[in-house]
């Protein structure tokens, strides 16, 4: 089922996807001797991520709160809502492939690559971040107005 999940949240247009990919490629394409610094490099790229998007979370939740209790606009609840469970799904995603890397790595098995062997095309870069740039401008737009 969290499997399933983190297939889902992997195909929608965050722009973490583009720093992501390359990191987790290159753990799985690692020849022995290498698996150490191809994990330590996707390991840091996915705990910064983690850290990034947990306090993300906890902004859009603090601001969820400011929402409800200053009865602000429909609007508002709606973006903020979205905002925090975005960042709750990916985080949760995140952690699912940290934790299925680390098993990889300590078990010494084999790695299957998660998602599509193909690179991300210019138009798809373009929509992750417009989609990414522009939620979080609403949200920081939104949040501002709240405060």
């Not at 998660?114 to 929509?127: A, D, K, M, N, R």
């Amino acid at each position: 089922m969290l499997r399933a999940f983190t297939q889902l949240v992997s195909r929608l247009p965050f722009a973490g996807r583009a720093a992501i990919r390359p990191a987790y490629r290159s753990f799985i394409r690692a020849k022995k001797g290498k698996k150490h610094g191809a994990m330590a490099w996707l390991s840091s790229v996915l705990g910064f991520m983690i850290w990034g998007h947990g306090y993300q979370a906890i902004r859009g939740a603090a601001a969820m709160r400011l929402a409800f209790l200053m009865k602000a606009k429909w609007f508002s609840h709606v973006v903020v809502m979205g905002y925090t469970a975005a960042n709750v799904a990916v985080t949760i995603a995140q952690v699912y492939l940290l934790a299925l890397s680390l098993y990889y790595y300590f078990a010494d098995k084999r790695t299957r690559l998660l998602g599509g062997h193909e690179e991300f095309s210019g138009g798809e870069i373009l929509l992750m971040l417009v989609v990414t740039l522009g939620g979080q401008l609403l949200f920081m737009h939104i949040e501002k107005g709240l405060a």
